[in-house]
């Protein structure tokens, strides 16, 4: 069973940076794709970013392209969402999730099969 657990977020200024953290446990990975989504209020869950584990080939929603960058530790099992230039429309919660059946990276949170609890982003203006 794969446990994820984020962590990281917090109140920012625009203009701020902020990075998630995801670790992983449960199991090593190899053909999996990581992803960050995000939920904001009466909104519905939308990609972020995601990375393929084993070759480490990054995707990004355009509304977050050149400022977030997705990065993952192998030794450390740990996918990273480093935000900067970030703007009030960035609040959200935002999850990590696993999908264990690659196929291509999916930019819809269906296919994933873990997901964590969620860290809360809050950027004021």
């Known amino acids: 069973q794969v446990q994820l657990v984020e962590s990281g977020g917090g109140l920012v200024q625009a203009g701020g940076s902020l990075r998630l953290s995801c670790a992983a446990s449960g199991r090593t990975f190899s053909n999996d794709a990581m992803g960050w989504f995000r939920q904001a209020p009466a909104k519905e869950r939308e990609f972020v970013a995601a990375?393929?584990?084993?070759?480490?080939?990054?995707y990004y929603a355009d509304s977050v392209k050149g400022r977030f960058t997705i990065s993952r530790d192998s030794a450390k099992n740990t996918v990273y969402l480093q935000m900067n230039s970030l703007k009030p429309e960035d609040t959200a919660v935002y999850y990590c999730?696993?999908?264990?059946?690659?196929?291509?990276?999916?930019?819809?949170?269906?296919?994933?099969?873990?997901w964590g609890q969620g860290t809360q982003v809050t950027v004021s203006s």
């Open positions: 999730a696993v999908d264990e059946n690659y196929r291509g990276i999916q930019y819809s949170p269906g296919p994933y099969d873990y």
């Open positions: 990375i393929k584990w084993r070759l480490g080939y990054t």
